[in-house]
């Protein structure tokens, strides 16, 4: 390890935007799009939200301030909104996935730059350079992290390689000299927390600690910019990020290309609301009905082969065959699979069918097995699926789910999804909010980009 806190607190400091090359600036701009659709149905429907806005009230921490929580109609302080809308945007599990590093980037940066960008009346430019800062060093740091080692230990890497990404980016609409990010990124060090622990009953700690990694690097950045003493080599130092949370840490891959490769081009998106891992079944499955016309009748037994991560996530026949809880079904593979086999199609408002007797009768059918075929691989999110009917067996694999950069959405689909999530709740202001997020660089202040989320 050598000097990787330094290198990408300099790093962070010196972008530029007019040295991003646009088409990273293009995608940046579709992310957060594709994000704040989903953080906005949530703030509506999202079953957790009403608990973390009765915290906030007892606590007194519901009081007006100049930033956003979208979907909402007042404005928060900065850190209560960073908080807010990190949980609120990764509710329903519809939010990006970077594959390398397995987390999800959006969801800890984008609140954080918003919050600070609304404080400090910072430009869109501003906002969209500190969002790729805050993608690169997070999804580097998930890369370094090696997510099969990190998950192995027990932690989410959203949360905790995310709570330096969103540093990253409220430090660069600070404006803060590189020794001035360290000492962000050494506070960082401190609040890097999320525990695999919800997995069990299907908790909504995830969504808690995603925006708490948020809230967490807005607090970081905004303490160092008032000389905030923090520690050093907060990510290969004795007890840094890739000591104490990996057994086989990849520091190179912190810094690698730094500059010159773009780990944000490297960033996918959701055509389902539920774990990735599920994703590539979830597509065989639906192509697999609709090429054969099986029905649900048809089926004899079905077996879903995954990366042993998958298996960690979304495979415990014990605790994930018949969910009642949505967090649950959005780690299931076997719901998840039954409701796309007998439907051929599935959505955020499928999660009503939880419990339907038709949807848990086929999920008995299926098996979830590690398929050793899909590790060793670039990505992890590979499916395999074999479906035996009495007519046969039929089998498919997908090396990568939809959505990924190498079949990446056009503009008007990733529109599309934002309007079927964030219409009902923002009903003829959601077009105008995705127009201007996606000319986000026109705004000489965010906040007249950000009052178009608010209902």
Same mark, same amino acid.
């Given at each position: ?44 429907? #999202? ?39 990190? #949980? ?44 790729? #800062? ?228 086929? #999920? ?92």
């Amino acid at each position: 390890m050598a000097d990787e806190t330094a290198t990408l607190a300099a790093y962070v400091s010196a972008l530029d935007h007019d040295d991003i090359p646009v088409e990273v600036r293009t995608r940046a701009k579709l992310l957060t799009l594709d994000f704040l659709g989903s953080a906005i149905r949530a703030r509506r429907d #999202a079953e957790s939200t009403p608990s973390l806005l009765q915290m906030l009230s007892s606590l007194s921490l519901d009081g007006s301030g100049p930033a956003t929580v979208f979907g909402d109609e007042r404005g928060f302080t900065p850190a209560i909104a960073a908080l807010l809308n990190g #949980a609120l945007g990764h509710s329903l599990d519809f939010d990006d996935t970077h594959a390398d590093s397995s987390l999800h980037p959006s969801a800890p940066v984008v609140p954080a730059a918003f919050a600070i960008g609304e404080l400090i009346g910072a430009s869109g430019r501003e906002v969209l350079t500190a969002i790729i #800062a805050g993608y690169e060093v997070c999804c580097r740091l998930g890369n370094a992290l090696d997510p099969t080692s990190h998950y192995a230990r027990g932690f989410h890497p959203t949360a905790t390689a995310g709570a330096y990404g969103a540093a990253a980016a409220a430090a660069k609409l600070l404006k803060l000299s590189p020794e001035r990010i360290i000492a962000a990124f050494g506070v960082s060090g401190s609040q890097a927390a999320g525990s695999l622990q919800f997995l069990v009953n299907g908790a909504w700690n995830k969504r808690y600690q995603v925006g708490a990694a948020a809230m967490n690097g807005v607090i970081a950045a905004t303490l160092a910019n008032h000389g905030f003493v923090g520690a050093t080599q907060s990510i290969e130092g004795i007890h840094g990020l890739l000591v104490g949370y990996t057994d086989t840490p990849h520091p190179g891959k912190a810094v690698a290309g730094l500059g010159t490769v773009y780990e944000t081009m490297k960033i996918g998106i959701k055509p389902y609301p539920s774990c990735r891992y599920t994703h590539a079944a979830i597509d065989a499955l639906i192509a697999m009905r609709r090429e054969h016309g099986l029905t649900p009748d048809q089926i004899r037994r079905v077996e879903i082969g995954l990366h042993r991560n998958g298996i960690t996530l979304t495979g415990d026949a014990a605790t994930k065959r018949h969910p009642k809880t949505i967090v649950a079904g959005q780690f299931s593979m076997y719901f998840t699979g039954a409701l796309a086999l007998a439907q051929g199609s599935f959505g955020w408002d499928d999660y009503a069918r939880l419990g339907d007797a038709e949807i848990d009768a086929l #999920a008995d059918r299926f098996e979830v097995v590690r398929d050793t075929r899909l590790e060793g691989r670039t990505h992890p999110f590979g499916g395999r699926v074999t479906i035996h009917t009495d007519q046969g067996v039929l089998e498919r694999i997908n090396d990568d789910p939809s959505g990924e950069p190498c079949s990446f959405p056009s503009a008007n689909a990733m529109t599309g999804k934002f309007m079927q999530l964030a219409q009902p709740v923002l009903g003829g202001g959601a077009q105008r909010f995705a127009d201007a997020l996606l000319t986000l660089e026109q705004f000489e202040r965010i906040d007249g980009v950000a009052r178009l989320g608010r209902l």
